[in-house]
C-alpha cells in the first residue's frame, strides 16, 4: 500500500504515507484511483509531515505597508526610511524572545528585505509574509497574481499570510471573487510546500455576531480551504469563540490553530481579548502589530527617537503583551 502511493504520486520515498495517512486510507479507501487527486488523503499527509510542532505562538506583526506610508508621508520623510524601521522591530522582537520557543514575526517582502535577513538570526519559530495587496477588496495578491511564481522563491520556513476582507453576507459575486482567489493560492501553497496563514477581517463590512465568523469559515471550508492557521479578529462573546472553535474541529483536525490579530486596540483591551480566547484551545497566541510599533514609528521616523530608545519602546510594549497572554494559559 505505502509503494502504491508513492507511485500514484509520480514521486519516490517523500511521498510514501504516514501512518495516520495509511491508517484513513485503510479505513476509508479513496473515490480517486489517482491517489494524487485526493484532497483528503494529500491534506493528512501535508499536515503529519510539519517540519517542526508550534503550540504557541506570540507574534510581532511589522508587515504593514499602507499604514507606514502613510506615517512617512505625513512626516516628509522618504519610504526608504521604513526598511531601517523594520529592522528594529526585528531586534525589539529579539529582544524579548531571546531566541526560545513560541516567538515570531510578520515581515513583508516590500520594506522588509534586510529585516528578514536580521530575523533569520535570531532563532524564531515562525516567520510569516504577505501576500496580498494592502487594503484590496475584492482580494488581490501584490507584485503580481501569478502567485505561485513568487512563492517558489520563499525559504521552505516561511509562512504565507493572506489578509482578506470577507464577510459571509457579503454580495455573491464579491465572495465568489475572493473565494476563487483563496482557493488559487491554497493550491499554490500546497504545491510548492508552504505553510498558509488566513487572515479573515469581517468586522469592518458588517456585523459581527456570534456565528459570522464561523459561517464565514465554513464556507473556505466548504470549498476544500484548509490553512495552516488562521489569523481573526477579537469576538465579542465566548459563544462566537466556540463557534469558531466547533468549526474547525468539525472540519480540520490538523489545524495548527487561530492567532490573534490587534487591529490597533490599546494593550488593555487585547488583555481582555486574550482572557475571553480560553475556551477556545484552538487560540494559539496572536500577531499584533501597531499597538506595539505605532508610537516608536512616528517618533523614530519623525527623528525624536534613537534606535536604541525605538527598540526600547517596542520591546516592553511587546513584552508586556506576551506575559498578558502566557497568564490567560497559566504559563
Given amino acids: ?41 494529500n491534506h493528512i499527509h501535508w499536515a503529519t509531515n510539519r517540519r517542526r510542532e508550534i503550540p504557541l505562538l506570540m507574534a510581532l506583526a511589522i508587515d504593514h505597508r499602507s499604514q507606514l506610508t502613510d506615517i512617512a508621508d ?8 521604513i ?6 522591530a ?27 535577513f536580521d530575523a533569520a538570526k535570531k532563532g524564531f519559530s515562525w516567520i510569516g509574509r504577505p501576500v496580498e495587496l494592502p487594503g484590496s477588496r475584492p482580494l488581490r495578491f501584490e507584485f ?3 502567485i505561485g511564481s ?23 459575486h464579491l465572495k465568489k471573487e475572493q473565494q476563487q482567489k483563496l482557493r488559487t493560492l491554497f493550491e499554490a501553497a500546497r504545491r510548492v510546500g508552504r505553510e498558509l496563514l488566513v487572515e479573515i477581517i469581517a468586522g469592518k463590512h458588517g456585523r459581527l455576531d456570534d456565528d459570522t465568523i464561523a459561517r464565514a469559515l465554513q464556507e473556505l471550508y466548504d470549498l476544500g480551504i484548509k490553512p495552516d ?16 472553535e466547533a468549526t474547525i474541529a468539525a472540519n480540520d483536525d490538523y489545524c495548527r490553530g487561530i492567532v490573534l490579530l490587534g487591529l490597533e486596540a490599546p494593550a488593555a483591551e487585547l488583555e481582555k481579548a486574550f482572557a475571553a480566547t480560553t475556551v477556545a484551545p484552538s487560540v494559539k497566541g496572536f500577531a499584533v502589530g501597531r499597538t506595539i510599533f505605532a508610537h516608536a514609528a512616528q ?14 519602546d517596542m520591546a516592553g510594549r511587546f513584552e508586556e503583551l506576551t506575559r498578558a497572554w502566557l497568564r490567560t494559559r497559566g504559563l
Fill in 1 to 41: 500500500a505505502c509503494g502504491a502511493f508513492a507511485v500514484s504520486r509520480l514521486l519516490c520515498a517523500p511521498e510514501y504515507p504516514t501512518w495516520e495517512e495509511l491508517r484513513y486510507f485503510l479505513q476509508h479507501g479513496s473515490r480517486h484511483r489517482a491517489l494524487r487527486k485526493d484532497e483528503e488523503l
Fill in 74 to 81: 505625513e512626516l516628509g520623510v522618504p519610504h526608504a526610511r
Fill in 83 to 88: 526598511n531601517a524601521f523594520k529592522r528594529l
Fill in 90 to 116: 526585528v531586534a525589539a522582537a529579539a529582544r524579548v524572545g531571546q531566541g526560545r520557543d513560541g516567538y515570531g514575526m510578520l515581515i513583508d517582502e516590500r520594506f522588509g528585505r534586510e529585516a528578514f
Fill in 144 to 146: 503580481s497574481q501569478d
Fill in 150 to 172: 513568487q512563492l517558489v522563491e520563499w525559504p521552505v520556513d516561511h509562512c504565507i499570510k493572506c489578509l482578506c476582507f470577507y464577510h459571509p453576507d457579503d454580495p455573491d
Fill in 229 to 244: 492557521w488562521w489569523k481573526l479578529e477579537p469576538q465579542h462573546s465566548a459563544l462566537a469563540w466556540k463557534n469558531i
Fill in 299 to 312: 517618533q523614530w521616523l519623525s527623528g525624536q527617537m534613537t534606535d536604541e530608545a525605538a527598540i526600547a
